[in-house]
């Protein structure tokens, strides 16, 4: 019996890989909402800055795609990145590293570049979803440890308690808007210093903002301002807000997965920041071979 703990988007992704490779799985879960379920599940192949390709995404998405899409069509959200330019040296940069990032150019046009494979995960009906089917084919799920073979996927919480001593970390909180701009007809994720996601009936999702100094749970005044600053850089249309919420992203080597072995503690999977929705399937698939 391998022994999961923690059932956001790590836990789900490893509970599945291993139960699929006919592992005996439990899942360990109080039922609370990390930042899985308020993560607005963005796959933009080419971010930041400086044009550079997401770490080893382009493996990482072969495996993640089928994954998601096994368990649903409506799941993930294939929606076109345009990536605006933020000024002149900043389209030259881009010329610079557009042989480094051809493979993910649409094209190219005196607002940006857009980028293909990218999209949003409806992370909350992705635990779900990946719930049901756990439950449905024989997964145990308990509310505390048991013992056994274990895997702590425990996020941005079990780093915090310090899960496993000497594990340092940087993560941050974010905090996103859904907003509702009526008539705007807007169908594409926007992209410069922040992001912006269509998500049907006028309603978008804006973020985020990252903050590393106050950790505590719950969305801030502060934090929506910022948010609303950077929706006001995509459009000066009129619109409501209609949800805020605030999560902390699990961050140890930038957004590259970590996975690390304890003796007498088990494995630790952790650390996908703002990438886990890219990377998660495929180190459960890495699992997988260790205990398969």
Same mark, same amino acid.
């Given at each position: 019996?391998?022994?999961?703990?923690?059932?956001?988007?790590?836990?789900?992704?490893?509970?599945?890989?291993?139960?699929?490779?006919?592992?005996?799985?439990?899942?360990?879960?109080?039922?609370?909402?990390?930042?899985?379920?308020?993560?607005?599940?963005?796959?933009?192949?080419?971010?930041?800055?400086?044009?550079?390709?997401?770490?080893?995404?382009?493996?990482?998405?072969?495996?993640?795609?089928?994954?998601?899409?096994?368990?649903?069509?409506?799941?993930?959200?294939?929606?076109?990145?345009?990536?605006?330019?933020?000024?002149?040296?900043?389209?030259?940069?881009?010329?610079?590293?557009?042989?480094?990032?051809?493979?993910?150019?649409?094209?190219?046009?005196?607002?940006?570049?857009?980028?293909?494979?990218?999209?949003?995960?409806?992370?909350?009906?992705?635990?779900?979803?990946?719930?049901?089917?756990?439950?449905?084919?024989?997964?145990?799920?308990?509310?505390?440890?048991?013992?056994g073979a274990q895997i702590w996927c425990a996020g941005a919480?079990?780093?915090?308690?310090?899960?496993? !001593?000497?594990? $340092?970390? @940087? %993560?941050?909180?974010?905090? +996103? *808007?859904?907003?509702?701009?009526?008539?705007?007809? &807007?169908?594409?994720?926007?992209?410069?210093?922040?992001?912006?996601?269509?998500?049907?009936?006028?309603?978008?999702?804006?973020?985020?903002?990252?903050?590393?100094?106050?950790?505590?749970?719950? !969305?801030?005044? $502060?934090? @929506? %301002?910022?948010?609303?600053? +950077? *929706?006001?850089?995509?459009?000066?249309?009129?619109? &409501?807000?209609?949800?805020?919420?605030?999560?902390?992203?699990?961050?140890?080597?930038?957004?590259?997965?970590?996975?690390?072995?304890?003796?007498?503690?088990?494995?630790?999977?952790?650390?996908?920041?703002?990438?886990?929705?890219?990377?998660?399937?495929?180190?459960? *698939?890495?699992?997988?071979?260790?205990?398969?």
């Open positions: 019996m391998v022994e999961v703990i923690g059932f956001g988007l790590a836990g789900a992704c490893v509970a599945l890989q291993l139960q699929r490779a006919g592992c005996e799985v439990r899942v360990v879960d109080d039922g609370g909402e990390g930042s899985s379920h308020v993560a607005a599940g963005l796959v933009n192949p080419v971010a930041g800055r400086n044009f550079e390709p997401s770490w080893e995404v382009a493996d990482a998405w072969k495996i993640a795609l089928p994954f998601y899409q096994s368990l649903g069509e409506d799941l993930f959200h294939s929606v076109p990145i345009l990536r605006l330019w933020f000024d002149e040296k900043d389209r030259l940069k881009f010329e610079r590293k557009r042989e480094l990032v051809k493979p993910w150019i649409d094209g190219v046009t005196d607002e940006g570049v857009l980028w293909s494979e990218g999209g949003w995960l409806d992370c909350p009906k992705f635990l779900t979803v990946a719930r049901e089917e756990f439950l449905k084919n024989g997964g145990e799920l308990k509310e505390a440890p048991q013992g919480a079990g780093l915090i308690r310090g899960d496993f !001593p000497g594990v $340092e970390h @940087r %993560s941050a909180k974010g905090e +996103i *808007l859904t907003v509702r701009i009526p008539g705007w007809r &807007e169908d594409r994720i926007l992209n410069r210093a922040g992001w912006l996601i269509p998500i049907g009936g006028d309603l978008y999702r804006v973020g985020a903002t990252y903050d590393w100094d106050h950790l505590e749970s719950g !969305p801030t005044e $502060e934090g @929506r %301002s910022k948010v609303e600053a +950077i *929706l006001q850089t995509f459009t000066d249309r009129y619109y &409501e807000v209609v949800d805020h919420v605030a999560g902390i992203r699990p961050i140890i080597d930038r957004s590259k997965p970590v996975v690390r072995f304890q003796e007498g503690k088990g494995w630790m999977f952790n650390g996908l920041g703002s990438k886990g929705v890219i990377y998660a399937p495929r180190v459960g *698939l890495e699992m997988v071979s260790r205990f398969g």
